[in-house]
């Protein structure tokens, strides 16, 4: 037997739950991400650079010197974040910064 109050509180909480998880990163998506968008041309990242790594330096440990609101908010703007970035801004959506953001800080 169903009871309407309960049947409603888990739709409820199934819902919510789902919107929180879209929001959360994903490491993998986000390695996907890095490579696709080739930051690895300006970044380097586990001994591997691009030619332009000077540029964007190295990614690796970032999580020990940013942490992942500081990480969200320089991919938004980076020259609103960090005054003198030379990183330009990419067109990302909030799912695609937060799986970066998880992918940078499992580095």
């Known amino acids: 037997m169903s009871h309407p109050v309960f049947t409603t509180a888990l739709l409820s909480l199934s819902l919510i739950g789902s919107s ?3 929001q959360d990163g994903d490491v993998q998506r986000g390695a996907g991400l ?3 968008k080739t930051c690895n041309l300006c970044h ?10 000077d540029l964007g330096g190295p990614l690796d440990d ?3 010197r940013r942490d992942a609101a500081w990480i969200n908010a320089y991919l938004k ?3 609103g974040t960090l005054p003198g970035a ?3 801004k990419v067109e990302l959506t909030d ?3 937060a799986d ?3 992918f940078m800080l499992a580095h």
């Open 34 to 36: 890095y490579a696709s």
């Open 77 to 79: 703007d980076p020259t």
């Open 100 to 102: 970066l953001t998880a």
């Open 95 to 97: 799912q695609e910064i």
């Open 20 to 22: 929180v998880l879209a």
């Open 62 to 64: 970032l999580g020990s």
């Open 44 to 53: 380097t990242l586990a001994g591997e650079s691009g030619p332009m790594a």
């Open 86 to 88: 030379q990183m330009p």
